[in-house]
C-alpha cells in the first residue's frame, strides 16, 4: 500500500503512507520503549500492536479503547450430555484425544477437525466458533492504536496479527495519517512473517551480546526474503563495544547502512515505570535521537 506514497525528506518524516514495523529477534530488546519513543516524535501516526501473544504497548499509551471486536477462528466440537450414550466412538476415532472419559470436549486438545461430528450416531455433536480473543480500536495522546489479545493457550496468532495490521492501515487512510508504526513480535516466527509481509520498511533492534547479534542475522534473512528495507538499530550499544563494532561491520557489509545506536540508560526503566514513553520523561535528553532515527528511516525509504 505504502510502495506508491510520496515521500516528504525535508521534514524528516515519511508522507502518507509508510508503514514501519519494529521487530527483532530476541525478546527484550527493546522495542517497546523504541515504539513509544518513535511515537512522541512522530506526527499523524497510526499505532499497531502486533505482539499479539504477549502485548504491552498499551501499558505505556494507555488508550482509551472506543472499539472491541471478538476474534474468532476455527470451530470447536461440544457434546450435548442429553443425546450423548457414551458408544466410545468420538473417542476412539479423536486423534488429539480431546474428549474425556466422561465424553467432554477439552477445548485446549481440540482442533476443530468436526471428526468427532461425522462419527456420532446420535447427533449429539455440534460445532461452534472458537473465540480466542479480542482486538480493539483506541485512542491514545500519540494518535489511533489497534491492539489486540490473543486467550490463554489460544492459537492463530498470525492471523490476529493480520487483522491489526489490516485495520491499522484502514485506519491511517481515514484519518490521512503519514505512517503505521508497528510493533512487532519477537523472534522469526508465523507472527513475525504476519507484521511484516509487505512493510514498507523494518527497524530492526538488537542489544550487544552473541545471542542478540545471532538472532539479528536470522531476522535480518527474514526481511531480506521479503525484500524489505532495514535500519538496526543497536539499544544499550556501550554495554558491551566489542560487539557493537562487530555489529555495526555486518550492517555495513550486508548493506544495511550503518545503524542507529542507543546508549545503556536506565531512564527507559523509568519511563516505563511512570508509564511513559522516554522522550516524555526526559524530552532534553531523547527527542533528538529519536528524531534522528524517523530521518535515517526516512532516507531509506527515498530510495
Known amino acids: 500500500m505504502g510502495k506508491l506514497a510520496k515521500r516528504n525528506a525535508g521534514r524528516g518524516q515519511i508522507s502518507i503512507m509508510q508503514e514501519i514495523v519494529v521487530i527483532s529477534g530476541k525478546g527484550g530488546t527493546g522495542k517497546t520503549s523504541l515504539v513509544s519513543g518513535l511515537a512522541a516524535t512522530g506526527t499523524r501516526q497510526v499505532l499497531g500492536d502486533c505482539d499479539v501473544d504477549a502485548s504491552d504497548l498499551h501499558l505505556i499509551m494507555a488508550p482509551e479503547i472506543l472499539e472491541t471486536h471478538e476474534f474468532i477462528s476455527g470451530q470447536q466440537a461440544q457434546i450435548d450430555p442429553d443425546l450423548c450414550t457414551g458408544c ?36 449429539a455433536v455440534s460445532m461452534h466458533d ?37 485495520v491499522s492501515h484502514q485506519t491511517a487512510q481515514e484519518k490521512g495519517a503519514e505512517n503505521v508504526l508497528g510493533d512487532g513480535a519477537p523472534g522469526v516466527g508465523c507472527p513475525v512473517i504476519a507484521s511484516l509481509s509487505n512493510a514498507d520498511m523494518a527497524l530492526l533492534i538488537t542489544e550487544p551480546t552473541r545471542s542478540a547479534f ?90
Open 214 to 303: 545471532a538472532d539479528l542475522r536470522r531476522v535480518f534473512d527474514l526481511t531480506r526474503h521479503f525484500k524489505i528495507p532495514c535500519l538496526a538499530v543497536i539499544n544499550k550499544a556501550d554495554l558491551n563495544p566489542d560487539i557493537t563494532v562487530e555489529i555495526e561491520r555486518f550492517c555495513l557489509e550486508y548493506g544495511l547502512g550503518a545503524p542507529a545506536k542507543l546508549p545503556y540508560d536506565q531512564d527507559f526503566t523509568r519511563a516505563q515505570i511512570q508509564g511513559q514513553s522516554i522522550v516524555e520523561y526526559h524530552p532534553d535528553k531523547w527527542t533528538r535521537p529519536m528524531q534522528d532515527i524517523w530521518k535515517s528511516a526516512a532516507e531509506i525509504l527515498k530510495h
Open 130 to 166: 472458537r473465540h480466542c480473543g479480542q482486538w480493539f480500536s483506541s485512542r491514545t495522546r500519540f494518535g489511533p492504536m489497534i491492539h489486540a489479545c490473543l486467550g490463554i493457550g489460544q492459537e492463530n496468532s498470525g492471523k490476529l496479527v493480520s487483522i491489526v495490521r489490516k
Open 88 to 123: 466410545g466412538l468420538c473417542r476412539a476415532y479423536c486423534r488429539f484425544q480431546a474428549i474425556s472419559e466422561d465424553y467432554l470436549v477439552m477445548e485446549e486438545y481440540c482442533e476443530g477437525c468436526a471428526l468427532c461430528l461425522h462419527v456420532c450416531p446420535e447427533s
